[in-house]
């Protein structure tokens, strides 16, 4: 015989397996061609942006790229003249800081342009973007698309959502009467409204009860996560022992 805890529960999936999508520059989106529902790679390309900021960054790193070189050379000069004490220590030190100040702000700037998914060494041989790549942060689905093509986003908005389904969990409310039965690793059988069953295993069962409900949080990791969706709502059954008894014979007993 089974024996089974019925419980309600969600399908949740864990912070780390959402994300939202967003720019380090703002600008005008391009070329947004994923829809709803569709499955994107880790890296895949979801759309462009094109900044004038954008631009002036590239300008100003290639500048500063120019003006370091020259500062270099006139720093290792000074360090010269002044090791062959032919110069002032002014005139050393004031090449040391300009030379240092300058290029703390050239890794700076190629630093942000490598966060932008930008190759600085192209910049730096003339071949400038006009648009800045999104990439895909996770694998998964696409949740939900927020911004449209040609229309502006800035840095603090979202333009769609990434969800990973296959590393959804199975959360259950338990009431506290029913916690004694309960272990690590029992199997779930749950299923949505439509009928279909699924299964599950207990990862983590709770360590503190909620005064209002008097339940507690017990996370389940979803075995067959096939046509499951982030928020579900699911009648779960915890199998909390399942014992075969074994029967007399009639015989024996005569």
Do not use: C, W
């Given at each position: 015989?089974e024996?089974?805890?019925?419980?309600?529960?969600?399908?949740?999936?864990?912070?780390?397996?959402?994300?939202?999508?967003?720019?380090?520059?703002?600008?005008?989106?391009?070329k947004l061609?994923?829809?709803e529902?569709?499955?994107?790679?880790?890296?895949q390309?979801?759309?462009?942006?094109?900044?004038q900021?954008?631009?002036?960054?590239?300008?100003e790193?290639?500048?500063?790229?120019?003006s370091?070189?020259?500062?270099?050379n006139?720093?290792?000069?000074q360090?010269?003249?002044?090791?062959?004490n032919a110069?002032?220590?002014?005139?050393?030190?004031?090449?040391?800081?300009?030379?240092k100040?300058?290029?703390?702000?050239?890794?700076?700037l190629?630093?942000?342009?490598?966060l932008?998914?930008?190759?600085?060494?192209?910049?730096?041989?003339?071949?400038?973007?006009?648009s800045?790549?999104?990439?895909?942060p996770?694998?998964?689905s696409v949740k939900?698309?927020?911004?449209?093509?040609?229309?502006?986003?800035?840095?603090s908005?979202?333009?769609?959502?990434?969800?990973?389904?296959?590393?959804?969990?199975?959360?259950l409310q338990?009431?506290?009467?029913?916690?004694?039965?309960l272990?690590?690793?029992?199997?779930?059988?749950?299923?949505?409204?439509l009928?279909?069953?699924?299964?599950?295993?207990?990862?983590?069962?709770?360590?503190?009860?909620?005064?209002?409900?008097?339940?507690?949080?017990v996370?389940?990791e979803?075995?067959?996560?096939?046509?499951?969706?982030?928020?579900?709502?699911?009648?779960?059954?915890?199998?909390?022992?399942?014992?075969?008894i074994?029967?007399?014979?009639?015989?024996?007993?005569?």
């Amino acid at each position: 015989f089974e024996g089974i805890v019925e419980v309600a529960g969600i399908v949740e999936v864990p912070p780390s397996q959402l994300s939202a999508v967003t720019t380090l520059m703002p600008g005008i989106i391009k070329k947004l061609n994923v829809l709803e529902g569709q499955f994107v790679q880790k890296g895949q390309i979801l759309f462009y942006v094109e900044s004038q900021e954008f631009i002036s960054l590239q300008q100003e790193f290639a500048t500063l790229n120019e003006s370091l070189n020259y500062l270099k050379n006139d720093f290792e000069r000074q360090t010269s003249l002044y090791n062959e004490n032919a110069n002032s220590e002014k005139k050393y030190l004031q090449a040391e800081s300009e030379y240092k100040s300058n290029l703390a702000n050239f890794k700076g700037l190629k630093k942000k342009i490598e966060l932008l998914g930008i190759d600085p060494t192209q910049i730096l041989a003339g071949n400038y973007y006009a648009s800045i790549p999104i990439y895909a942060p996770i694998s998964g689905s696409v949740k939900k698309i927020f911004g449209l093509n040609g229309s502006f986003i800035s840095t603090s908005e979202s333009v769609l959502e990434i969800v990973n389904i296959n590393k959804a969990n199975l959360v259950l409310q338990v009431f506290e009467s029913q916690l004694e039965s309960l272990k690590v690793n029992q199997t779930i059988e749950f299923s949505s409204s439509l009928g279909k069953v699924y299964h599950a295993k207990i990862k983590n069962i709770g360590a503190s009860l909620d005064q209002d409900s008097k339940t507690v949080q017990v996370i389940a990791e979803i075995i067959d996560a096939v046509r499951i969706f982030d928020g579900m709502h699911v009648n779960a059954k915890i199998i909390t022992h399942n014992q075969k008894i074994k029967g007399v014979s009639s015989i024996a007993v005569l």
